[in-house]
């Protein structure tokens, strides 16, 4: 079996094939075989898990097992207590409530890649990092949430699923999980 973590770039897709005019994760080189474990849009960046263990990826992808994955948001605007709050207490989208989350306004910006090619910058309006913990993963979640409360997202990253993090790699980069991770994994997901 293979388990490896990858730091997805922007504006590429989060499969092995795909349309001509978008980059896949053919492009990078990594292992034969192996499957996304969940997905990113095209236009988010960050940690992907891939394998080839289906049992492992029902765990992780199975919306009852409830993981939670960790998420930097740079949004426009400042959000007020009360449209944090909201996110924190759960947006309808499609009809139904989100689960709650966890946020935090980040106090400076974070030590992360830039991307290429950068956010649109508007002088005018301030831009806010926050720090978002799903145990959920509906489509473009985060996106709607953040445009329901007025504050859209610019740049959408995720930084941890579990305890794995983005430490140590850069965009376009993947490892192996050590045997270390794995263990901690499998005995998290109770496998």
């Known amino acids: 079996m293979r388990y490896v973590l990858f730091y ?14 978008h980059e896949t994760l053919s492009f990078f080189d990594l292992p034969k075989n192996i499957y996304s474990v969940g997905r990113l849009d095209k236009d988010s960046e960050g940690l992907l898990l891939l394998t080839d263990d289906g049992k492992l990826k029902h765990r992780l992808t199975e919306p009852s097992y409830a993981h939670q994955k960790v998420y930097l948001a ?23 409530p989100t689960r709650p989350t966890t946020i935090r306004v980040l106090t400076r910006e974070p030590a992360i890649p ?54 140590g790699l850069q965009p376009g980069i ?18």
């Not at 770039?9 to 989060?14: A, K, N, Q, T």
């Not at 740079?74 to 139904?96: F, H, Y």
């Not at 473009?140 to 430490?167: C, E, K, N, W, Y």
């Open 174 to 191: 993947w490892r192996n999980l050590t045997g270390e991770e794995l263990r901690k994994l499998k005995e998290l997901l109770h496998l």
């Open 114 to 167: 830039e991307r290429v090619p950068p956010i649109r910058v508007r002088k005018t309006i301030p831009t806010t990092w926050l720090e978002i913990g799903l145990t959920e993963g509906r489509n473009r979640q985060i996106r709607r949430m953040t445009a329901a409360v007025g504050h859209p997202t610019l740049r959408l990253l995720r930084i941890r699923i579990l305890f794995l993090s983005l430490d």
């Open 74 to 96: 740079q949004v426009e605007g400042s959000p007020s207590a009360k449209a944090l709050a909201a996110m924190r207490n759960g947006i309808t989208l499609d009809g139904k």
């Open 8 to 21: 997805k770039p922007y504006h590429v897709l989060s499969q092995f094939s795909g349309e001509p005019r």
